[in-house]
């Protein structure tokens, strides 16, 4: 079992911006791709952004595309999201999420292919 901590959510005012840890610890060693879900009451979890174990391939959700940053240090056990410019629609709860086994090379934008998940953090953007 995986646990994951996030960290780094808050209130800040569109166009500003926050960063997110995501640390992990447990069964570390069988984690592959770790990734980054928000969620909004009534609505489903959508995917944000996602990394490779080995950090060479990344993805992001059309809606944060130029904007947020996704990164990893394998050593720490940690992801990171670097969220800039941010808006009052990416108000939503973040959570970080880690895949066991698969490629080191991949990653994935379905919820479902995800095995472990943190207990969120709550990004709020005021306009």
């Known amino acids: 079992q995986v646990q994951l901590v996030e960290s780094g959510g808050g209130l800040v005012q569109a166009g500003g911006s926050l960063r997110l840890s995501c640390a992990a610890s447990?069964?570390?060693?069988?984690?592959?791709?770790m990734g980054w879900f928000r969620q909004t009451p009534g609505k489903e979890r959508e995917f944000v952004a996602a990394?490779?174990?080995?950090?060479?391939?990344?993805g992001y959700g059309d809606s944060v595309k130029g904007r947020f940053t996704i990164s990893r240090d394998k050593a720490k056990y940690t992801v990171y999201l670097q969220m800039n410019s941010l808006k009052p629609e990416d108000t939503a709860v973040y959570y970080c999420?880690?895949?066991?086994?698969?490629?080191?090379?991949?990653?994935?934008?379905?919820?479902?292919?995800?095995?472990?998940w943190g207990q969120g953090t709550q990004v709020t953007i005021s306009s």
């Open positions: 990394i490779s174990l080995s950090t060479t391939n990344t």
């Open positions: 999420a880690a895949r066991n086994g698969g490629s080191a090379y991949s990653y994935s934008q379905l919820s479902r292919e995800y095995n472990s």
């Open positions: 447990g069964r570390t060693f069988s984690t592959t791709a």
